[in-house]
């Protein structure tokens, strides 16, 4: 498991702006008597839900919805009880 987060560690640190912080970030936890449960905790974070998000179903973006909107309530009645 440490391996992986080293390697996740490395591909974050890679696409960073500040990879010195994110360096010294991870050096802190990994020298913590804690580190297991923060590897397992980034990997789950950062890697496994990146993966399982890219699975999830997402709103189509491609569609103006106003006008679908506009499109499908052409016609709407409403019963109220009040005259």
């Not at 399982?52 to 997402?58: C, I, Q």
């Not at 919805?65 to 009880?81: A, K, S, W």
Request: with cysteine; aromatic share 12%.
């Amino acid at each position: 498991m440490v391996d992986a987060w080293m390697k996740l560690h490395e591909y974050q640190k890679s696409r960073n702006g500040n990879p010195e912080k994110v360096q010294q970030k991870f050096e802190e936890k990994s020298n913590s008597p804690h580190k297991l449960e923060y590897a397992r905790l980034e990997i789950m974070k950062f890697g496994w839900w990146n993966s399982a998000n890219r699975k999830l179903p997402h709103i189509n973006t491609s569609i103006y919805y106003p006008n679908e909107f506009e499109r499908l309530l052409i016609d709407i009645e409403c019963d109220c009880d009040e005259p």
